[in-house]
Every structure is written in C-alpha cells, then in structure tokens.
C-alpha cells in the first residue's frame, strides 16, 4: 500500500521550519548552518536594501551589516517568529539608523543625502517606480515592500512593524491605489529631451 502523499501545506511548513532549525544549528556552533542561511538570504536581503536605496554599494554594505548583527545577536536568538521575520526586522532598524546617519550628514556636512548612480536607458522603469514609491506615505510604503516584493504575510508585516494585522491590511490597500495612481500620472521628460517646440512656454 502507497503511503499518504504529504500535504503541500505540511511541506511547507517543513521548509519554513529548516531556517528556524538552521539558526539554533548555528547558535550552538554549527558555521555550516550559518552558511546556509547566508546562502539563501543573502540576494533577498540585499534586494529588500536596494529597493529602499538608489546606491547598490550601500545596499550591499548594509546586508553585510545585518548578518553581522545576526551572528553578534545569535546568543539572544529564541525561534519565537520565522526567521526571515527575525532577518528583516534587523534590517529594518538598520535602514533606519542608516538614514538618520545620512540625514545628519547632509545637514550638518553639507553632503548628498545619498549618492546617486548615472542613470541608464534599461533601469528607466525602476527609477520611475523607485520615486513613485518614496512619494508614499513612510509606513505605507514599508507595508507595500515588505508585502509585494519580500512576499511576508501580513502577519509578519505586522510583527516587523509592530502594528496590528488591520492596520498592515488598511495601509496596503491605501499604499497601492497611491502608487497605481503615481504610476498612472504622465511623467515629465527631463529638459534634456524636449523638443524645441516643447520647451517653448
């Protein structure tokens, strides 16, 4: 007799659970474990930094920085979230003091609030989406990246945030029809690209 084919849900779970089973590896000494979990978070962490950040060497200094703060902290690690939960809340408080830092530097420093790269024909599309989502309201922005492009579940959302679970579904439906409507908008050609007759007021 064939055994009971496993539920998808229960796969699931198992492969939710391995991050978990992974970190208290490491916390009691396994650098293998740690290994791992570096492996499959590293481009999803630093895609969360990117997407908040125009200077992809920042982004990639400050995923360094969170796994840094995971290997400092894994004495104090309890399994009491999901680890990525766990992962992107530090990533979280790093971004912030990561800005604070940069806002003070441009105010009392006289230097640019971040550094930005030339821009090409093929990242068009992400410069566009990148301003129309720091036109978003702060927490409703957070919500939309954490949830459309980390993929948390509003649960998750709601513990990196710490904000209940209506109020991450209320800021998300606010922040997308937003960002449809940013998105929507004509978009300026920049002065280099008009035509004679264009620039003529």
Same mark, same amino acid.
């Given at each position: ?21 992974? %970190? ?20 999803? !962490? ?19 920085? @969170?796994? !840094? ?14 680890? =990525? ?21 441009? *105010?009392?420093?006289? @230097? ?11 990242? *068009? ?26 993929? !948390? ?23 997308? %029809?937003?960002? =449809? ?21």
């Amino acid at each position: 007799m064939n055994p009971t084919p496993e539920h998808p849900d229960a796969q699931k779970s198992a492969t939710a659970q391995s991050d978990e089973l992974l %970190m208290l590896a490491f916390c009691r000494g396994s650098k293998d474990a740690f290994t791992e979990l570096f492996s499959r978070y590293k481009q999803p !962490l630093f895609g969360f930094f990117r997407r908040r950040l125009a200077d992809s060497a920042q982004a990639e200094e400050l995923t360094q920085e @969170t796994f !840094l703060a995971v290997l400092r902290g894994s004495a104090r690690y309890e399994p009491s979230a999901l680890f =990525r939960t766990y992962l992107y809340a530090i990533g979280l408080k790093i971004l912030r003091a990561h800005r604070r830092k940069a806002a003070f530097r441009a *105010t009392f420093l006289g @230097t640019a609030h971040e550094s930005r790269e030339p821009i090409s024909d093929t990242a *068009t599309h992400e410069i566009v989406l990148r301003e129309a989502l720091g036109k978003l309201e702060r927490h409703e922005r957070e919500v939309l990246l954490l949830r459309e492009f980390e993929q !948390l579940s509003y649960a998750e959302i709601a513990e990196v945030l710490h904000m209940p679970v209506n109020t991450v579904r209320s800021r998300l439906f606010r922040a997308r %029809m937003a960002l =449809r409507d940013l998105l929507a908008a004509p978009v300026a050609k920049p002065a280099s690209e008009l035509t004679p007759s264009e620039g003529c007021v």
